[in-house]
Nanobody
């Protein structure tokens, strides 16, 4: 599975962006997919993960009620709608497809295929 993340950019605090993660080489519909982010000098952290059917998702506390993950398996694409962006959301965002899913955690080690990051910069 090859993953391509896109949609990052520069946005003012309080603004919105939608990230896309498009897969090629395989269908995405039987993989859980996660969004992770890494800020400079920080460890990679889970943002949100969605089960293969799209029926439920995990969100990190820091993004709950602001970010929405969704997937369109017919388009082989997973999205991350980011609203009410804050300065601390600035990071490189990565999507990944894996083999494990939980409503209560999103563990990077469960994810086997990673795309290149897309940079999100939130300015004041």
């Amino acid at each position: 599975v090859q993953l391509q993340a896109s949609g990052g950019g520069l946005v003012q605090s309080g603004g919105s962006l939608r990230l896309s993660c498009e897969a090629s080489g395989s269908t995405l519909d039987h993989y859980p997919v996660g969004w992770f982010r890494q800020a400079p000098g920080e460890e990679r952290e889970a943002v949100s993960c969605i089960k293969p059917s799209g029926g439920s998702a995990y969100y990190a506390d820091s993004v709950k009620d602001r970010f929405i993950i969704s997937r369109d398996n017919a388009k082989n694409t997973v999205y991350l709608q980011m609203n009410s962006l804050k300065l601390e959301d600035t990071a490189a965002y990565y999507c990944a497809a894996g083999h494990g899913y939980s409503d209560h955690a999103c563990i990077p080690q469960w994810y086997d295929y990673w795309g290149h990051g897309t940079l999100v910069t939130v300015s004041s």
